[in-house]
């Protein structure tokens, strides 16, 4: 059975200083996307990245950047130089090309500190 | 384009009600999907539909059915509402035309069943 989990319910930073959120999946597929999402206290889902497992190169977008690691199954989020923008839940999704549903996680919460 | 819109953002009702959530995309998307979001549970999928015409069960039906009016519309209908089902509910979208496949999400409606 798919799985998608995040360990860690809650996590903090400090302002301008960089947090690793984790995620571990599970998935007989080849062929697959993961995605984190953000949602603020607004609650609307924000896609933060993406990465195509066949690709090996790992995602980045400005100060988000994630670590795929395809054997280990797991995908992780490296925020640097967090904002105070940056507290909101994170979601880690999972997506498999033959089939037709999202695999969401529990979520992280993250705080930041000024 | 306003992308996907939800009706209502909050609901009360009381045990044994009956009401539709009604979701609307303007992206033109084929597959649109409901899901519960519920404290320390993510996003669980309820039904989802992969094309005009066609439903199809998710983790968490039951209490549950939809309609998927046309391309645009697709609506989650409580009969007979229980304490169970207060949760926040979101509609998303997607294409299935071309990469990367990522969800588009609704800002959410909040259900409190009292």
């Known amino acids: 059975a798919q799985t998608v989990t995040q360990s860690q319910p809650e996590m903090s930073v400090q302002e301008a200083e960089t947090v690793t959120l984790s995620c571990t999946y599970d998935?007989?597929?080849?062929?697959?996307?993961l995605f984190w999402y953000k949602q603020p206290p607004s609650r609307q889902m924000i896609l933060v990245i993406r990465?195509?497992?066949?690709?090996?190169q790992n995602a980045t977008e400005n100060r988000f950047s994630v670590n795929f690691q395809k054997a280990a199954k797991s995908f992780s989020l490296k925020i640097s130089d967090s904002q105070l923008g940056d507290a909101a839940m994170y979601f880690c999704?999972?997506?498999?090309?033959?089939?037709?549903?999202?695999?969401f996680g529990t979520g992280t919460s993250l705080t930041v500190i000024p | 384009n306003a992308g996907v819109t939800q009706t209502p953002k909050f609901q009360v009702l009381k045990t044994g009600q009956s009401m539709t959530l009604q979701c609307a995309q303007d992206?033109?998307?084929?597959?649109m999907y409901w899901y519960r979001q519920d404290p320390g549970m993510g996003l669980r999928l309820i039904y989802y539909?992969?094309?005009?015409?066609?439903?199809d069960k998710g983790e968490v039906p039951n209490g549950y059915n939809v309609s998927r009016l046309n391309k645009r519309e697709f609506s989650l209908r409580l009969e007979s509402a229980a304490p169970s089902q207060t949760s926040v509910y979101f509609c998303?979208?997607?294409?299935?035309?071309?990469?990367?496949?990522?969800?588009?999400f609704g800002p959410g409606t909040r259900l409190t069943v009292t």
């Open positions: 998303a979208s997607r294409s299935t035309g071309h990469l990367p496949h990522e969800q588009y």
């Open positions: 999704a999972l997506w498999e090309n033959t089939g037709n549903q999202f695999y």
């Open positions: 998935t007989s597929e080849s062929d697959y996307y």
């Open positions: 992206m033109n998307h084929n597959s």
């Open positions: 539909s992969a094309s005009e015409g066609t439903t």
């Open positions: 990465q195509e497992a066949y690709k090996q």
